[in-house]
């Protein structure tokens, strides 16, 4: 399943398969980036970051993926899994200013 | 300490009262941020505080919001003469400032639910 960022706040996939999240960034200057995810009832916690200078980073399944021509971002989550259900927030940071997306629902269908 | 704590977890209060709001940021964590979530809606950025320069207070929605960091470390955010649109999760975070330019990574507290009745 797909998403759209800011133009679809809600994605629904069924477990096992592969989601990918996206999100536009505003600020050209901004030279970091983060995924954090948010559980009910919680705050965001990280989940992973990427810098200006790259454009792929991959963590425990989870891959960012950063297009700076387009400023635009993904995080793709591989076979996901009931507990990946969460709002997913990306952030942008500019000189310790971190400012965040409105954020995409993702629901994990069994 | 461990984590980022955030005081009260709930807050009811009337139309028109006054509320504090309070965070206590994991120690030696020089920024701290306050954001504003309203049901179902992303974070809206409210204030920034770094290390002892002047805060940013570009994301506070009127008059009615200030905020304080006494010490470097615990903050206040006061809300005056309360709304109901006032109603949302307030939630606090702090980090370190790394030593390259850009790292940033947030530990966000649990949050303060207020509801303004």
């Known amino acids: 399943g797909e998403s759209v960022g800011l133009h679809l706040p809600t994605l629904s996939v069924q477990e096992g398969d592969n989601s990918i999240i996206n999100c536009a960034y505003s600020n050209s200057a901004s030279d970091y980036f983060i995924w954090y995810k948010q559980e009910s009832g919680k705050g965001p916690q990280f989940i992973i970051d990427?810098?200006?200078?790259?454009d792929k980073r991959q963590g425990q399944r989870v891959t960012v993926l950063l297009n700076k021509t387009v400023k635009h971002l993904s995080l793709q989550i591989a076979a996901t899994q009931p507990g990946d259900s969460a709002v997913y927030f990306c952030a942008e940071n500019r000189n310790n200013d971190m400012r965040f997306g409105a954020g995409t629902r993702l629901t994990v269908k069994p | 300490g461990a984590g980022v704590s955030q005081s009260p977890s709930n807050k009811v209060t009337e139309k028109g009262k006054d509320v504090e709001l309070r965070c206590d940021p994991i120690?030696?964590?020089?920024?701290l941020y306050w954001y504003r979530q309203s049901l179902g809606q992303g974070l809206e950025f409210l204030i920034y505080?770094?290390?002892?320069?002047?805060?940013?207070k570009s994301g506070l929605p009127s008059d009615r919001f200030s905020a304080e960091r006494t010490g470097g470390s615990v903050s206040t955010l006061t809300i005056q003469r309360t709304q109901q649109e006032d109603s949302a999760v307030y939630l606090c975070a702090s980090s370190w400032t790394a030593h390259y330019s850009g790292a940033n990574v947030l530990t966000f507290g649990a949050g303060s639910r207020l509801t303004v009745l």
């Open positions: 120690s030696g964590h020089t920024a």
């Open positions: 505080f770094q290390g002892n320069s002047a805060p940013d």
């Open positions: 990427i810098r200006s200078n790259m």
